[in-house]
Each structure stands twice: as structure tokens, then as C-alpha cells.
């Protein structure tokens, strides 16, 4: 009898360490072949020879959010459904694409008569934005990322008057990188993917970016 | 300055004509005269990838360090330290994002869904502690898992729980396990990533109704000892069913039981087996009566939760996005609403069209009609188990841990008397 019990419990083990292996192998191994692509891109490598030439089977690789701000409608929810207070959201300046606008969409209120930097004219409900005059008629515009809250206020400013040259981003070193980010479940555009952590910034007009920078970020960096 | 702002609204102008469209070099890239440099667009990155590997080792080292303080040592102070050592890196360090609990979802969701990438070490972190419970027991419940030591920090003063109301509320870890599975499945929601109370007290900046969660979990863990794992936690529910194969479990005692009772209370988790004397002998009808009871069961309740989860099918997709945009909108193409919400806004932006959501939605909803069945199939079948458990209780003659839902702490060894090989020579003196 004893040996008898021994011998079904023993059973039962092989069966969940084969159970246990078959899920694993099944999500180690899953199949290149045709279907929906796992990166989400349509490079038609697959289409050639009928499996991913790009990817390996197996996810060796990290994953991250991104915010996509080509999707993003500033709705305001970034600065406040993430984890973080302030969150870890920021709005980021593509200064490539600024057009160094006096009358900066981004930094003053539409209604705004006299163009100086009184606190009352700014968008940026926490005066995140630092104006600066470079020459006539240009002035830089810098974010104090210890400041903004990421809001998007400026964003849409600038997206509806200007080049869109400010643009929202998950700043990777304050990111906890969750499990699932709070923001992406109640994100109505949809702005939020997971991607590889190699390139996790993906800026408005020039595609994914390679990394940049030290790992302090705000105003000194800039 | 004025030419500036002219120009400004002219473009502004021109702009409302040709629709808005985003990303367009509305003003010129400036050409600078006193030399001025264009500051770069600083990226700084997520922590280095080789990291994931770290968590994986110290993962690793964890739970042998523990199985080995548990089996071998019986060191309930081992134990405790290796759980300090995990609340620290894995909760305070880690911030709790990469942990074994939330990863059943990642899991669920790669297996439905092709296009999801998992990382080979978030797999890692489901499969390793069920491996190490197949061979230890639930070691990893007692001295890897970061919740359940914030928890233990807290239990001041367990109560015993009548076992009748730990059954029913044991039955809650298969409630919230069947939901996560089904939310993950479709895409919906990581509901234990949502709802955990732990992360809040890891991430001292956290929200308000995360610190809410934490402070009800710990007020209660004072007098309930560890309720999320016993009455909450979903990935228990996965280590309770292999920990009752474990192939070696901690023992109360090192030797002998010698019904001395003295650990009878000392589990503060009510997971020790009380040596039930055999109550009357069972006549063959009784017997027979029974099993018939258990056989007719288990049908019904399974299709009665299948029917009943069925039911519950649009209470539960309505939290799906697509599901709820496809309502929204609906509503609003039917009584033209004025203000409009984000989603909806965001929806009509992108220039998807219209019936391509309607149909993503049905697909969905469909999803959670047989999501729904199998749920409450689900249900069913493990409150049969449960009754059948409770019915055909084995006669036992011994104080011995419940498998299932010992936690593997260690506490009850300090309370046997009873000497072993494997005790240390000074406490041969104390008996
Ligand atoms: S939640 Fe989405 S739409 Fe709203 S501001 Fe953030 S990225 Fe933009
Ligand atoms: S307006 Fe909002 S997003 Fe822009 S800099 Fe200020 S706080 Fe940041
Ligand atoms: S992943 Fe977490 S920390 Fe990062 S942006 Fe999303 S909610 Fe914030
Ligand atoms: S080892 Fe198991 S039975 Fe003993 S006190 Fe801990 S949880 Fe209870
Ligand atoms: S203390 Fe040891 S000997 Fe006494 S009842 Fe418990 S297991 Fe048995």
C-alpha cells in the first residue's frame, strides 16, 4: 500500500514538472511562423520564407513603455494616473524641430497680450517652462523637469500653434517600469506600448531615438 | 516681434484651412547669427538589461537559501532573515515590479495573445518558485516573496479563525485568480498589478486609494496573519495545489509526534493539521450516500457556475476598452452628445473606422461569453473540491502541517519538544 501511494504521488510530480515544462517550452519556443507579427511592424521579412528572420523564438530581450506622441491628445491623465506624483511623464523638447517662436504656442496662454514671462501669461500651471532670449527675434524654451508634472498643457499649446516640438515622454530613469503602467490602462488614445528597452524613446517627426545623456535628466543636463 | 506674430497668425490661418494635421514645420528652423549650439534632447535610459539578470539570481539564492533554513536548519531566525533580505530587494528596492504574483498574467497573456512579448525572465519568475515549491513546499512564501514579509512584520496579534469562515473566505484566491486569468486572456487588465496593496507602501509617493488598500491589508494583517496570502493571493492558489506534492515538506516535528500539543497553536496561520479521532465508524450506507452526494455535485455546480459566469458576460467585458469605446460610441452616434469624452475624441483623431470597433468589440465580447463559462466552471469545480475535502476528511493521529496551506515559515518547529538528528545539541539540554 505505502509503495503504492509512493508510486502515484511520484506520478503526479512527473505530471506537474512536465506540465510546468510544456507551458514553459510553449512560451520559450512559440512559432515564427506567419501570423501576427511580435513586433507589431511590417518589414514583410516574414512574408519571404513563411518565419521571422528578425526575432529570435525566444524574448532574451527587456520590455518598457512607451509613450507614442504622434497617438497622444493631451488629455491630462499623465499627470495623473501614474504611480508617481509628480508623474514620471515629462514633456521633452525636441529643440531640433522648435522654431524658436517668440509668440511660443507651448509657453503662453492663448489669450495672452503682453509677451512677457509673469506667471499669469504661462500655460505651464507650474512655471516648468524657462524662456530664454538667444538673439533677435528667437527664444529657447527649456524644460525644468524637476518642475513639470507632465500635464500636457504645452504640449497641445504647442502642437496647435507651433511645430510640435514639445512632446510628451515617459522619462525611463524615474519610470519604475510597471508591470502595467497605470497611465496606459486609462490612456483614451492609446498612446502606450511596451518595447524594447534598447530604444524606448519614440519622438514625434523623428522616429525611435538611441539613448542619450546622463542619468540625472532636469535642467542642468540640457 | 510684431512680423513674428503676424506671421503667426497667418500660418495659424492657412493651418485651420488645410484641417490641423500634427508634426508639421509650421515655422522654420531658425538660422542663428551669434552661435548659438542647439542644446541636445537629453535621453537618459531605463536601468541596464543585465539587471533583469541580477533579480533572477538573487531569486534564485533566495529560495535555496530558505528551502535550506526551513529543511535543514528548521531556523525559524534564518528564515525571518531571508525574508527581511527579500522585502528589502524585492519590495523597497525593486519597488515590487518583477514579482512572481503579478507574472501569472504576463503568462495568461503571452499564451492568448502571440503578439505580446515575454521576457524569458518574467517566465523565470512564474515557473522557478513552483519548481522550488514542487520540491520544498512553499518556501517561497516564506522568505522570497516581499509581500508576504511585509505582512509577518505586521501580525501582532493573530486570531485563531473558525475553519468553517477560513474555507469560505479560502475560496476568494480562486475568485481573483479566475478573474486575472480572464482579464489578462483578453487583453482587458492586469487587475492584480491594479489592486495591489503592496506596491503602495514600496513607493512611498504612491496614490491615494493605493495607500488605502495598504493600510486596510496591514490594520487587518495585525489580527489576521498574512490575509492577502491566505484570502487573496492568486499565485497561492498555483503553490497551494503543488506544495500538496511537494516531494519534501517541512516537518513540525524532526522525529516523532508524541501528541504533546504544544504547537497546536502556535501556527498563526491555522495551518496545522489537529490529529482528529476517528468520530463513529461510517456504515457502508453512509459511505455510499456520500460519494453519490459528491458525484451529483460537482455537475451541477460547474454548470451552474458555468451559466451563472455567462451571465456575468457584459458586467465583465464592459471594463475592456475597445468594448466600452464601441458603447460610447454608439450612444453617441445615436443622441449626438455634445461634449465628448477623451476616448471618444481620441477614437474620431486616429481615423479608424467605425465598424472595424464594433467588430473588435463583438470579437471581444465573445471572448468573454466563454471566458465566462469556463470562469464559473472554474468556481464550481473548486468549491466541489472543497466540500469533497471537508467530507472525506482522512483520519490522522498526528500534529502535521496542511500542505496546501502551510506557509512554510518554520514558527511551529521551535514549539516541538521532540528531538531529532537534525537538532541543534544546546536545545538537547532544554528537554
Ligand atoms: S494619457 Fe494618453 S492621451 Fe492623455 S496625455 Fe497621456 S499619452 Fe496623451
Ligand atoms: S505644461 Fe505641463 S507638460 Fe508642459 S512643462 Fe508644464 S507641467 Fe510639463
Ligand atoms: S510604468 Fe509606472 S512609473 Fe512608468 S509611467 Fe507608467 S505608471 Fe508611471
Ligand atoms: S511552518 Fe507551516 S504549519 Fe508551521 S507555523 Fe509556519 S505556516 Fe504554520
Ligand atoms: S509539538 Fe511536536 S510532538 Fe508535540 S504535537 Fe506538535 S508535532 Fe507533535
Avoid at chain 1, 525636441?94 to 501669461?121: H, I, Q, R, S, W
Avoid at chain 2, 469605446?325 to 476616448?343: H, I, P, T
Amino acid at each position: 500500500m505505502p509503495t503504492r501511494r509512493v508510486f502515484l504521488q511520484n506520478l503526479i510530480r512527473g505530471g506537474i514538472l512536465a506540465g510546468l515544462g510544456l507551458l514553459t517550452g510553449s512560451l520559450v519556443f512559440r512559432s515564427r511562423k506567419g501570423g501576427t507579427c511580435r513586433l507589431n511592424i511590417s518589414c514583410n521579412a516574414c512574408s519571404k520564407n513563411g518565419s521571422c528572420t528578425l526575432v529570435p523564438a525566444f524574448e532574451t530581450r527587456q520590455f518598457v513603455w512607451q509613450l507614442d506622441p504622434s497617438k497622444c491628445i493631451q488629455c491630462g491623465r499623465c499627470a495623473t494616473e501614474c504611480v508617481h506624483t509628480p508623474s514620471a511623464v515629462k514633456c521633452v523638447h525636441v529643440y531640433a524641430m522648435c522654431g524658436y517662436c517668440d509668440l511660443c504656442g507651448g509657453y503662453f496662454k492663448p489669450d495672452t497680450k503682453t509677451l512677457n514671462t509673469g506667471a499669469e501669461n504661462q500655460l505651464c500651471p507650474t512655471s516648468a517652462i524657462k524662456r530664454s532670449f538667444i538673439e533677435d527675434p528667437f527664444f529657447e524654451y527649456t524644460i525644468d523637469e524637476n518642475l513639470c508634472i507632465g500635464c500636457g498643457k504645452c504640449v497641445k499649446g504647442c502642437g496647435a500653434f507651433g511645430n510640435g516640438s514639445l512632446q510628451l515622454q515617459i522619462r525611463h530613469h524615474i519610470c519604475d517600469n510597471c508591470n502595467e503602467c497605470a497611465i496606459a490602462r486609462k490612456c483614451p488614445a492609446g498612446a502606450f506600448s511596451r518595447v524594447p528597452a534598447t530604444s524606448p524613446y519614440l519622438l514625434k517627426g523623428f522616429g525611435k531615438q538611441p539613448l542619450s545623456g546622463d542619468k540625472t535628466g532636469g535642467p542642468e543636463s540640457f | 516681434m510684431f512680423r513674428k506674430s503676424r506671421e503667426f497668425w497667418l500660418l495659424l490661418l492657412l493651418m485651420l484651412l488645410a484641417g490641423s494635421s500634427f508634426a508639421i514645420q509650421r515655422f522654420p528652423r531658425p538660422e542663428f547669427e551669434t552661435g548659438y549650439q542647439q542644446p541636445e534632447t537629453m535621453l537618459p535610459g531605463p536601468r541596464a538589461e543585465i539587471m533583469a539578470v541580477v533579480d533572477l539570481a538573487v531569486l534564485i539564492l533566495a529560495l535555496s537559501a530558505v528551502s535550506w533554513m526551513v529543511l535543514k536548519k528548521r531556523s525559524r531566525k534564518g528564515v525571518f532573515w531571508v525574508s527581511m533580505f527579500s522585502l528589502v530587494y524585492f519590495g523597497f528596492y525593486r519597488e515590487g515590479c518583477i514579482c512572481a504574483v503579478g507574472s501569472v498574467q504576463n503568462v495568461t497573456l503571452a499564451l492568448f495573445d502571440p503578439t505580446y512579448p515575454i521576457p524569458l525572465t518574467v517566465l523565470a519568475f512564474f515557473i522557478i518558485p513552483l519548481i522550488f515549491t514542487l520540491f520544498f513546499g512553499r518556501t517561497f512564501c516564506a522568505g522570497v516573496c516581499p509581500f508576504g514579509a511585509m505582512q509577518d512584520l505586521v501580525a501582532f496579534r493573530p486570531k485563531t479563525i473558525n475553519s468553517k469562515v477560513d474555507a469560505a473566505l479560502g475560496m476568494m484566491p480562486y475568485l481573483y485568480l479566475g478573474l486575472a486569468v480572464l482579464f489578462a486572456a483578453t487583453g482587458t487588465d492586469f487587475i492584480i498589478c491594479r489592486y495591489d496593496p503592496f506596491v503602495g507602501i514600496f513607493r512611498i509617493n504612491a496614490g491615494f486609494s493605493m495607500l488605502l488598500f495598504a493600510a486596510i491589508l496591514l490594520l487587518t494583517g495585525i489580527f489576521i496573519a498574512r490575509p492577502y496570502c491566505r484570502y487573496l493571493c492568486p499565485y497561492g492558489v498555483l503553490l497551494n495545489w503543488i506544495s500538496r506534492f511537494s516531494y519534501r515538506h517541512m516537518t513540525i516535528t524532526p522525529a516523532e509526534c508524541i501528541n504533546c500539543r504544544l504547537c497546536e497553536n502556535s501556527c498563526p496561520y491555522g495551518a496545522i493539521k489537529i490529529p482528529n479521532s476517528v468520530k463513529y465508524a461510517e456504515t457502508r450506507r453512509q459511505r455510499v450516500r456520500k460519494l453519490m452526494f459528491i458525484t451529483l455535485l460537482f455537475p451541477f455546480l460547474m454548470v451552474g457556475g458555468g451559466w451563472a459566469g455567462s451571465r456575468l458576460q457584459e458586467t465583465f467585458a464592459g471594463v475592456n476598452r475597445t468594448v466600452k469605446l464601441a458603447k460610447e460610441l454608439l450612444v453617441s452616434d445615436q443622441n449626438g452628445q455634445d461634449v465628448e469624452s477623451f476616448e471618444i475624441k481620441a477614437f474620431r483623431s486616429s481615423g479608424k473606422p467605425l465598424t472595424e470597433v464594433y467588430q473588435e468589440a463583438r470579437i471581444i465580447l465573445h471572448r468573454f461569453l466563454i471566458g465566462g463559462w469556463i470562469l464559473g466552471a472554474f468556481l464550481g469545480l473548486t468549491t466541489g473540491l472543497m466540500v469533497a475535502g471537508k467530507l472525506l476528511e482522512n483520519h490522522q493521529s498526528d500534529y502535521v502541517p496542511d500542505k496546501g496551506a502551510c506557509l512554510s515559515c518554520a514558527r511551529c518547529t521551535d514549539y516541538c519538544p521532540v528531538m531529532g538528528n537534525t537538532m541543534p545539541t544546546e536545545l538537547n539540554h532544554k528537554a
